[in-house]
């Protein structure tokens, strides 16, 4: 009798258990198809006819894992412990800058970090913060970080940091995850205006004449 009690009390456990639904990870990548992007004609930006190289981004220790980030205040850290990307972070973000500079249509040619071939442009980058961040009324944010530094034939044309910041609209990781990208446009517009002001600068400097003495 015991032991038809004990079968019995076995086989409700296990069913209850197989009801019960298992957390799944969630892997997410940059969305930047169809985001804005700052587009300068070949009258407008000196650089059009350049080749710009694009180091792979460096990445900060707090943004080294490959699970989404919370920043709470600004020192906590946590992340969101089933939402992963798909693949390491710089590795994801220097494949977004790369597509985004090459839609551009300002430069000739974008090329990556192994591609062969002389340039005339370097872009190195650290990814500085990638996050969600909340506040302490429960407003949230995404926040890319970056600093830039440019270098051409003649040394460094510009050092420099750029963040892009857009509310996060929506709840869970795919709100965070599309606000992040929106972010990420918003950092790849500022260093292309940033590219083209200092190619004008430097063409309109070669196109102004000597001054006789």
Excluded at 25 to 52: C, F, H, I, M, P
Excluded at 195 to 208: F, K, P
Aim: charged share 20%.
């Amino acid at each position: 009798m015991k032991f038809s009690i004990l079968c019995a009390f076995l086989a409700l456990a296990v069913a209850s258990c197989g009801s019960v639904s298992v957390p799944r990870e969630s892997y997410w990548r940059l969305d930047l198809a169809g985001r804005d992007q700052t587009k300068l004609g070949t009258s407008a930006n000196a650089a059009a006819t350049r080749v710009l190289r694009v180091q792979d981004l460096q990445l900060g220790n707090a943004m080294s894992g490959d699970f989404l980030v919370v920043s709470s205040g600004p020192s906590r850290l946590s992340t969101r412990e089933l939402d992963r990307w798909v693949a390491p972070l710089d590795r994801l973000a220097t494949d977004a800058l790369l597509l985004s500079l090459s839609r551009t249509g300002a430069f000739a040619l974008v090329k990556a970090a192994g591609d062969g071939g002389a340039e005339d442009l370097t872009l190195n980058g650290r990814i500085l913060d990638f996050s969600e961040h909340r506040d302490d009324t429960g407003k949230r944010a995404a926040i890319a970080q970056f600093t830039f530094w440019l270098e051409g034939k003649d040394g460094l044309v510009f050092a420099d940091e750029f963040c892009g910041m857009t509310p996060i609209v929506g709840e869970g990781a795919a709100a965070a995850v599309q606000a992040l990208s929106i972010a990420l446009q918003q950092v790849v517009n500022q260093v292309m205006t940033r590219i083209a002001l200092q190619s004008l600068g430097a063409a309109a400097l070669e196109a102004t004449p000597a001054t006789p003495r």
